[in-house]
């Protein structure tokens, strides 16, 4: 299978079916070094130069402030695609590190300041739109976690209109599993650069990763009869 192909042919889907980009849309990709991420802006900006709706694209990559990311490399995938790249310089590296002293989680809090971030210098750039490289496990998983942990049946959706800062968010890696990624990224020679995150691998998100990998053992399509029930659901913005 060509995957060359066949991840730009599933983002443009997502694309299409869910209505997330408008002609003329100004486009920030959250780029973060990963895999997802580097995927999404490869697949962007293949499907910039003959998708019918036209688009502006660059990416912006939010440091935590760890001092450890490479952050040339990043800027030479950006030119290698044509797309401008700008980085944010934050302190939320310092912020998640208090609420671990204090014994909580940072991930979540961790996450909420990301995407202000990432939001607030999507607008400084003149971006209206935001893509996320949410994938289909992400999908999945945080409806699980929802459900364990909120006792509801919930997960984000594909396009998400926030009328305070008049940004769009989409999620155009929806229809992509995480091995299909992996092999996108090895067939394009890309190369991901290691998360610069002190509790990368130690989530909740990660227990719930595996807990899926063990029920795949038994029923190995679990994912996708969870994910087939979320698109059939009358979930906020997959119906």
């Not at 590190?97 to 990301?114: E, F, H, M, Q």
């Amino acid at each position: 299978m060509d995957y060359l192909k066949r991840m730009p042919g599933m983002v443009r889907k997502a694309l299409q079916e869910y209505n997330m980009i408008a002609q003329g849309d100004s486009v920030a990709v959250g780029l973060s070094g990963g895999k997802d991420s580097m995927s999404l802006l490869a697949c962007m900006a293949t499907l910039r130069r003959y998708y019918p709706i036209k688009y502006d694209l660059r990416a912006i990559y939010i440091d935590l402030g760890y001092g450890n990311m490479d952050i040339s490399r990043l800027k030479e995938f950006c030119d290698n695609l044509n797309v401008p790249f700008s980085a944010v310089a934050t302190d939320i590296g310092k912020v998640t590190a208090s609420y671990v002293d204090k014994g909580t989680s940072p991930c979540a809090i961790c996450a909420n300041l990301r995407r202000g971030a990432l939001n607030s210098a999507a607008v400084a750039e003149g971006c209206n739109t935001v893509a996320l490289a949410h994938t289909k496990d992400d999908v999945v998983e945080t409806m699980l976690m929802s459900l364990f942990r909120e006792g509801r049946i919930s997960t984000f959706a594909p396009v998400t209109e926030l009328s305070r800062s008049g940004i769009k968010v989409i999620r155009p890696l929806i229809f992509a599993e995480e091995d299909e990624i992996r092999i996108y990224m090895k067939a394009s020679g890309f190369e991901a650069i290691k998360n610069s995150c002190p509790y990368d691998g130690y989530t909740e998100r990660t227990e719930t990763r595996k807990l899926l990998e063990t029920m795949a053992k038994d029923h190995s399509d679990v994912k996708n009869t969870i994910f087939g029930a979320i698109r059939r659901s009358k979930i906020d913005g997959w119906n």
